[in-house]
């Protein structure tokens, strides 16, 4: 598994930004990939995870309602499309995959649950 971000940058608030995230290993097939993200001083925070066939998601509950993780596994590529962006939200958004078809509400959050991790992009949303 080899993960790539992409689609970071500047925002103002309200707008919407796409993250991407290319598998180009292609190997993580029937494993559970996530969005997570963090700013300086402060832990990893789950944003969302969907499993590999996109059938079944979980969210973070600052991002419920706002963001969406999707599938395309034609192009093994993890999306989060983040809408109604807030100065919140600015962090390091991270790509991240664990070889397991699903995990329960509480580990499917846990960062130390996953395996592989992307470089990160920086998200920005100025007010």
């Known amino acids: 598994v080899q993960l790539v971000e992409s689609g970071g940058g500047l925002a103002q608030v309200g707008d919407s930004l796409r993250l991407s995230c290319v598998d180009y290993?292609?190997?993580?097939?029937?494993?559970?990939m996530a969005w997570f993200r963090q700013t300086p001083g402060k832990e990893r925070e789950f944003v969302a995870a969907v499993t590999w066939n996109g059938i079944s998601t979980n969210y973070g509950d600052s991002v419920k309602g706002r963001f969406i993780i999707s599938m395309d596994n034609a192009k093994n590529t993890l999306y989060l499309q983040m809408n109604g962006l807030k100065p919140e939200d600015t962090a390091v958004y991270y790509c991240?995959?664990?070889?397991?078809?699903?995990?329960?509400?509480?580990?499917?959050?846990?960062?130390?649950?996953?395996?592989?991790w992307g470089q990160g992009t920086q998200v920005t949303v100025s007010s």
């Open positions: 290993g292609h190997t993580s097939r029937n494993y559970l």
């Open positions: 991240a995959a664990v070889a397991a078809p699903r995990l329960d509400s509480k580990r499917v959050a846990d960062s130390q649950e996953y395996d592989y």
